[in-house]
């Protein structure tokens, strides 16, 4: 038997795995297009660290703000449920493997190598 909570939380759920992979798919097309729009909004962060790097603090600047980022997920915290985890456009996948990797340098936060 279904219960009237179990709506709410699909619908809770799917709103925000639609809304974080559209944030995400509107990067770009190529690491490098997911790069230059980063570094355009003036978003840095810091190299292999999933509370900091650019692409969290972009998704916190969307009200995501507890958001993850590890190297090929996403980790989303949503009051009343459990985490979301979800897999990433392969662009974006890609500039995060880069950006840890040291490549865009542009986009490292000041004082870090």
């Known amino acids: 038997m279904r219960q009237s909570g179990d709506t709410k939380y699909s619908k809770k759920y799917l709103a ?3 809304a974080v992979g559209d944030a995400l798919r509107k990067l770009g097309d190529t690491p490098r ?3 230059d729009k980063l570094q355009a909004m003036g978003i840095k962060g810091s190299r292999q660290r999933c509370t900091a790097c650019p692409l969290t603090m972009y998704l916190w600047g969307k009200g995501f703000t507890e958001a993850k ?3 090929y997920h996403v980790e989303i915290p949503v009051e ?3 985490n979301i985890s979800m897999g ?5 996948m ?3 493997e880069a950006f840890d ?3 865009f340098k542009g986009l490292i936060a000041d004082g870090e190598k």
Do not use: I, K, N, Y
Request: a negative charge; charged letters at 15%; glycine letters at 14%.
């Open 101 to 103: 990797q040291g490549l």
């Open 33 to 35: 297009e997911v790069g």
């Open 94 to 96: 890609r500039f995060v």
């Open 16 to 18: 925000t795995v639609f």
């Open 88 to 92: 990433m456009p392969a662009p974006v």
């Open 80 to 82: 009343g449920m459990d």
């Open 69 to 71: 980022v590890h190297v």
